[in-house]
């Protein structure tokens, strides 16, 4: 779960990797480092913190070469600390590599290679897996591509690499297990990456590698792809990448993540724009349509997911089962893999991931596969590891998600779930006419309805001041708004740092009102069309404790105003597209909180946006 850059051409390697590691800081922000060829050595610089640590210490560096790799850390094996940092040498100093993912026999591997004299330095797994292709290439007698291959024979786990050898200067080997890996193929140059954003500039033709590929990237030459199990030959697939780079930068906002809130309504529109055809009433999803019968004959839906799309996972369970009468089962992707569940060739298994690169979600998916099960992709990010591994699915078109806090990844999620619910719905007959029209007319509303909520923006920072300093917060819905409820604190504890925890309104009773004093604020989601006459007699019984009442309503509402400490306002909409609406406020609140509270809002503590260990 790490960011990795490299570049070989004709322009200077350092600002490229730079700026690209920039890019890639989402996937991990504890530690970045450079290695150059400057056409007679190698000239390598790393520390501990952020890229732009990188920058100032990389001064003490010869910064020419147009050859580099670079790396952004989120540290698994060994602290963050300088030496722990990759790029790593081989005790030769000839080799230098950086590496995405985890080596899971390195210890073994690390034993047999001090046995023949190697010595480490750091704590981590990929600096034993540099002196491995060393040690393979002395001792086979081979060229760095052969070594490679051979050596990644011999490890367990995941990887996307990029290998230099002074011995190879016109050449950079990078290969791929598990972890993402793109090469951008300019004008006689060549860019790797995580992802495709650090190259978006210089060029829109790019390869991902599939796993168990490798590739020799040589100056002046076509790329040549190979398996890595038996050194056969690939054939690349160049992609025609859709990615602007104003779509990867803040655009005027202090923050992506606020950047990425104020998107939202955009974001849902480009996501139904094609296939919510509320004039025709038509939802057109190609993936759906030929798979129909796989959907209608299912015996279940399972979903399986992770975090936020876990949350979107749970809107849905609600969508199937009350538009489309389907049963739904939600797991989360971590939990589900490892109990032997009971999975058949009647189930349709939906993997909801914005990064498509989650390991645990990725190991659902091959699990259920094996099992025979159809399975549906909900993913962002085109191309990923999750699209291209299921059987068929639906992109959402947030376009890039940058903070680390998922704010529009959500939104689009559900309305890619919708679609589908609806288009399932339609196909089994649940709906009559007018009934299904009025949904397509409703969801086409949404976008506007957003803007609308999210000019509560300064009422909510208002309200943020008010409890930026609150040790606990309690966040509650009911039905739909369940799982709003769950995510809304998931947004807070994720970027303030503040405990909290969401909970089914009704479930209060059963233990957290016991929390419940004057210094507790609950955000309560108590939107008229959903269980509102429940929810209006838990939060009496919040008031009556003393509770702070921060109450999501819908416009006009004016019962819930006599009993909240505070209300925001959201416009009405049908009781199913509710959390499209309700969620905002909660986003604006979390990402206010955590401005007031000084915390680094995109890259929070601790984690880092794409999940790929397990
Ligand atoms: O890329 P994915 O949607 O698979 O990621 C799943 C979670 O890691 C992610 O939603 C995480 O919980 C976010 N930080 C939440 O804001």
């Known amino acids: 779960m790490c960011g ?27 530690s970045a480092g450079i290695a150059l060829y400057d056409g007679n050595k190698i000239n390598l610089s790393k520390t501990k913190g952020k890229v732009e640590d990188l920058k100032n210490k990389a001064k003490e560096i010869s910064l020419e070469g147009s050859i580099g790799i670079g790396h952004t850390r989120w540290a698994t094996h060994g602290v963050p600390n300088d030496v722990n940092s990759h790029p790593h040498y081989s005790n030769s100093g000839n080799l230098v590599i950086i590496h995405n993912g985890i080596i899971e026999n390195y210890e073994a591997i690390k034993q047999e290679l001090t046995k023949r004299g190697y010595v480490f330095k750091s704590d981590t797994d990929t600096e034993v897996l540099v002196n491995l292709i060393e040690e393979v290439k002395k001792t086979e007698d081979v060229k760095l591509g052969k070594a490679v291959q051979i050596a990644l024979n011999q490890v367990v786990g995941a990887y996307a690499i990029a290998v230099f050898d002074v ?17 951008g193929i300019g004008n006689n140059e060549f860019f790797i990456a995580s992802d495709a954003s650090p190259f978006i500039e210089f060029t829109n033709n790019a390869v991902y590698l599939e796993d168990e590929e490798m590739a020799i990237i040589r100056l002046g030459k076509e790329i040549k792809l190979r398996k890595i199990k038996d ?20 655009g005027g906002y202090d923050h992506f993540m606020l950047k990425e809130i104020y998107e939202q309504p955009r974001a849902i529109k480009d996501t139904y724009r094609g296939r919510l055809l509320a004039d025709q009433g038509l939802v057109k999803m190609s993936g759906i349509e030929q798979n129909m019968e796989k959907f209608i004959n299912a015996n279940r839906i399972i979903i399986v997911a992770c975090g936020t ?28 893999r490892y109990r032997n569940p009971v999975i058949t060739d009647k189930d349709v298994l939906i993997a909801i991931s914005q990064s ?40 959402t078109h947030a376009g890039p998600e940058i903070g680390v806090a998922s704010t529009k990844a959500f939104t689009t999620q559900i309305t890619v779930l919708t679609l589908m619910a609806l288009r399932l719905a339609k196909a089994k007959g649940e709906f009559s006419e007018t009934k299904y029209r009025e949904y397509l007319t409703e969801l086409e509303t949404i976008p506007s309805k957003v803007e609308k909520s ?3 923006n300064a009422l909510i920072e208002i309200i943020a001041d008010v409890y930026k300093d609150s040790t606990n917060c309690l966040y509650l819905g009911r039905g739909y708004n369940f799982p709003v409820a769950l995510e809304g604190a998931l947004k807070l504890k994720e970027i303030s740092y503040i405990h909290a925890e969401g909970y089914p309104a009704a479930e209060m009773k059963h233990g957290p009102i016991a929390l419940i004093d004057e210094h507790m604020p609950v955000f309560v989601i108590a939107t008229k069309k959903g269980h509102y006459e429940k929810v209006v007699s838990n939060i009496q019984e919040i008031k009556s404790r003393k509770g702070k009442i921060i109450a999501i309503v819908t416009e006009g509402d004016e019962q819930v105003r006599d009993l909240a400490d505070h209300v925001i306002e959201v416009p009405e909409t049908l009781e199913s597209l509710t959390p499209l609406l309700t969620t ?18 995109d890259q929070p503590r601790n984690l880092a946006k794409s999940v790929t260990v397990e």
């Open 454 to 456: 999210l000019e509560s």
């Open 356 to 395: 498509g690169e989650t390991a645990d979600t990725l190991a659902a998916i091959k699990l259920a596969k094996e099992k025979g099960a159809f399975v549906f992709g909900v993913c962002n990010v085109v191309g990923s590891s999750i699209a291209r591994e299921t059987d068929a699915g639906a992109y």
């Open 584 to 601: 905002i406020p909660l986003q604006l609140l979390s990402y206010h909180i955590a401005v007031m509270r000084g915390c680094n809002v």
């Open 4 to 30: 990795i850059v490299g570049y070989i051409g004709h322009r200077d390697a350092f600002p490229i990797v730079i700026k690209g590691l920039q890019r890639l800081e989402y996937r991990g922000y504890d």
């Open 309 to 336: 799309s876990w949350h979107a996972g749970l809107v849905a369970e609600y969508i199937f089962e009350d538009l489309a009468r389907i049963p739904v089962e939600v797991e989360y992707a971590s939990e589900f």
């Open 167 to 183: 011995e190879k200067p016109d050449e950079i080997v990078v290969a791929k297990l598990g972890s993402p890996l793109a090469i």
């Open 231 to 250: 050194d056969s030959v690939a054939y690349p697939r160049i992609l025609e990448l859709q990615m602007n780079l104003e779509e990867i930068e803040k």
